[in-house]
């Protein structure tokens, strides 16, 4: 299996430009998670789904981020507009239902100027 | 709420055991974690505990519960330098999935010749 798959690995935009992230789940895999990683705040949840609905977006830090799961095998985190203060690495994670281990992407580098 | 907490450094030889501490305030924790990030990629799931347990190892690694005083401890014995890695403590209420994982701040882990 090729794991969790994000892309942009690595994205520079301008303050008040949208950016989409996106994700592959592991196939299979019942749950999707987005985290954003600071070197201020760590690593913190900002939404999950289950079998592509939205169960916990109360991580979410403004209505200027929205997440969606159109189908089982994507996922998206749109910010916009951005702001420099969104600069962070945002990772996916998927997990089986009924198992234990949550498995993380390699995450997407965003740096808004 | 919850809360993780780590030491954000630690310094061993090669060769020597570390031993990275965490603890925990979330007294329904019931599934946790220890996470490995190695510089630009993402967070590597090494191994996890059950609540009712009070050790697992597995090769290298020894995890350490103390539920009683909420401490959870990883021991790698003979460190080496493909140690070198931010680690991450983590806690989850349901491992099946039914919520995020909260994570420490992490523990810079560096190896000394």
């Known amino acids: 299996d090729a794991g969790v798959i994000q892309s942009p690995r690595h ?3 301008e303050m008040g430009q949208e950016v989409t992230l996106r994700c592959k789940p592991i196939s299979g895999h019942d749950y999707l998670f987005w985290y954003r990683q600071t070197m201020m705040r760590g690593l913190e949840l ?3 789904f289950n079998n592509n609905v939205p169960i916990d977006d109360s ?3 403004e209505d200027r981020f929205s997440a969606k799961m159109p189908n089982a095998s994507f ?3 749109k910010i916009q507009p951005s702001e420099p203060r969104d600069s962070a690495v945002y990772f996916c994670a998927s997990q089986l239902a009924g198992a234990y281990e949550q498995y993380f992407g390699p995450g997407t580098r965003l740096t808004v100027t | 709420g919850e809360d993780v907490e780590q030491s954000l450094f630690l310094s061993v030889r090669e060769g020597d055991s570390s031993v990275i501490n965490c603890t925990y305030t979330d007294s329904s924790s019931t599934y946790l974690y220890w996470y490995k990030q190695e510089p630009g990629a993402g967070l590597q799931l090494l191994t996890y505990i059950f609540s009712n347990m009070d050790m697992k190892q ?3 690694l020894t995890v350490l519960l103390n539920k009683k005083d909420k401490h959870l401890s990883l021991r790698i014995a003979d460190t080496q330098t493909g140690d070198s ?4 403590c983590a806690e989850s209420d349901s491992g099946g999935g039914a919520d995020g994982l909260t994570f420490g701040k992490g523990t810079h ?5």
């Open chain 1, 75 to 77: 996922s998206t985190l």
């Open chain 2, 85 to 88: 890695a931010i680690y991450f």
């Open chain 2, 58 to 60: 597995d090769q290298r």
């Open chain 1, 46 to 48: 900002l939404i999950y």
């Open chain 1, 59 to 61: 991580g979410m830090p």
């Open chain 1, 11 to 13: 994205e520079v935009t």
């Open chain 2, 109 to 113: 882990l560096i190896i000394q010749p």
